[in-house]
């Protein structure tokens, strides 16, 4: 018996351009974003400062741009990866490094901005965020069925498609009216019952619970609109072609809806079936998997979901008690990439997270991965020693536990439990109980065991 890992490469739908060739379509999207991306990273020399609006007008200038131009190139090449900011200073990103010899990461590249097509091109400003959130969820539907159709669709179809999946959003969502259809009031004006007698009016009427307010229902007057904004959106990063009432997806557009559809299909074949499941439920299951496979696990699972709530579910996950899943869960968001950012420095602001937050944003924006814990401070590379010390006492073996004394940044074992104790982590006892029970030598045990009851007893 065979899972999703084992069975051959795909091929790609026939038809399909060589990966150099879609690696060039997409070096021509991203043009601009490339001399941009260049010119304030790296053609001034060192790379520094900020892409503030004095930059992007001498930007333009330098490059005969207009300033909607850089300012809309800058955007996509932040999108893209090919720039990276550390705190106000602007640096290359890998990508843009890679540009010119490495084709997978210009595709990587392409990809990244494609996800990230709702932030390219601002939806209408008069209407909700909530509608417009519906919108975008719904557009992997009419992707497909533009990938199906291996040519051009008519906008009236893809319309009745966009308005047959926000409709089964809405009842997937339970979004009906609340409650039963008020009945008429038919009692004669004079308040007396259809039987002739008066109501008692001493008698107090029984407290009624609130209802919930029903969600008001989509207009779907908004549709045609906003369907016409993604079409335009798509159209901007080069995913497909608009003609007279009609959509067409292009090379790199129907190559990116394929590996996406690719990815879904994998991961419904794999045994624990991640692509149906929670968040936390997927990340249980990626728990015992080497980095390759759950990467590709991780993909496949945000391939079947928006990335707003792939992002929110992931940061829901990573707040819970499990410290394995914690960890995990930013190792998801590596792989979700720059459209995580926003969530992700929202979320170093919450001391549980703080550490891994910092982490994710020094290696998203250049840091060796060896060399990123120097973002933190030493009360917060504590914090996660605690904090990883918690995974592997809950769901690793005891030699872990004793060899994970060696990663704690204290030089030795009495200035670690000093700072232990200090750190406030939730699971400090657990984890001093456990590392004293599973550590060889009884004389470093004793000692970390009464470390334990010290912090449970509230000593010193």
């Keep these: ?32 974003a490339v ?31 207009t300033p909607e131009q850089v300012r809309a190139g800058w955007d996509r090449a932040r999108l893209a990866g090919l720039v990276e ?21 210009v595709q990587r590249g392409w990809v990244a901005l494609f996800d990230a097509w709702s932030l390219v091109h601002p ?62 009031d038919e009692s004669p004006a004079d308040g007396s019952q259809a039987d002739g007698s008066v109501p008692a009016a001493s008698a107090p009427a ?5 209802e919930p307010a029903a969600p008001e229902p989509l207009d779907e007057a908004l549709l045609p609109p906003l369907l016409d904004w993604a079409l335009e959106g ?27 559809l690719e ?18 439920h997927m990340l249980r299951g990626c728990a015992r998997l080497t980095p390759g496979p759950a990467r590709a696990e991780y993909r496949a699972w945000l391939a079947a979901r928006t990335v707003g709530s792939a992002v929110t579910e992931l940061l829901t996950v990573a707040r819970g008690e499990d410290a394995l899943l914690r960890g995990l869960a930013f190792e998801a968001l590596r792989v979700v990439g720059a459209p995580a950012e926003a969530g992700v420095r929202a979320a170093a602001d919450e001391p549980s997270l703080r550490p891994y937050a910092l982490l994710w944003l020094a290696e998203y924006e ?15 590379s504590t914090w996660l020693w605690v904090d990883t010390a918690a995974a592997v006492a809950d769901h690793g073996e005891s030699d872990l536990l004793v060899r994970h004394l060696d990663s704690a940044v204290q030089g030795n074992v009495p200035a670690l439990l000093d700072e232990v104790r200090a750190v406030g982590h939730p699971r400090t006892v657990q984890v001093l109980v456990a590392l004293a029970a599973a550590h060889p030598d009884p004389a470093l045990a004793k000692a970390v065991r009464r470390a334990a009851f010290q912090v449970h007893t509230g000593g010193s």
Aim: with cysteine; glycine share 8%.
């Design 263 to 280: 990815q879904i299909c994998v991961a419904a074949q794999s045994p624990a079936g991640n692509i149906e499941q929670s968040a936390q």
């Design 206 to 210: 029984e407290p009624m619970a609130a």
């Design 35 to 65: 001399r941009i991306a260049r010119w304030a990273a790296v053609d001034r020399g060192s790379g520094t400062g900020s892409f503030d609006v004095p930059a992007q007008e001498r930007a333009a200038a330098a490059l005969e741009l």
């Design 1 to 32: 018996m065979t899972d999703g890992r084992n069975r051959p490469a795909p091929r790609p739908p026939e038809g399909t351009p060589p990966a150099a060739e879609l690696a060039r379509q997409a070096r021509e999207v991203l043009a601009d």
């Design 85 to 105: 900011l550390h705190g106000g200073t602007v640096r290359p990103g890998w990508r843009l490094q890679a540009w010119d010899r490495d084709d997978s990461a």
């Design 234 to 260: 798509l159209a901007a990063v080069g995913a497909l072609t608009l003609g007279e009432g009609q959509a067409t997806l292009t090379p790199l557009g129907n190559w990116a809806v394929w590996v996406k």
């Design 123 to 184: 939806a209408p400003e008069d209407v909700a965020a909530a509608t417009v959130a519906e919108v975008v969820e719904a557009v992997p539907q009419v992707l497909s069925l533009l990938q199906l159709s291996a040519g051009p669709v008519l906008v009236p179809a893809l319309l009745d498609l966009l308005r047959q999946r926000v409709a089964e959003l809405h009842e997937e969502r339970c979004e009906v009216p609340y409650g039963p259809p008020p009945v008429p």
């Design 366 to 380: 250049g840091a060796d991965p060896d060399d990123a814990a120097d973002v933190l401070t030493r009360e917060e």
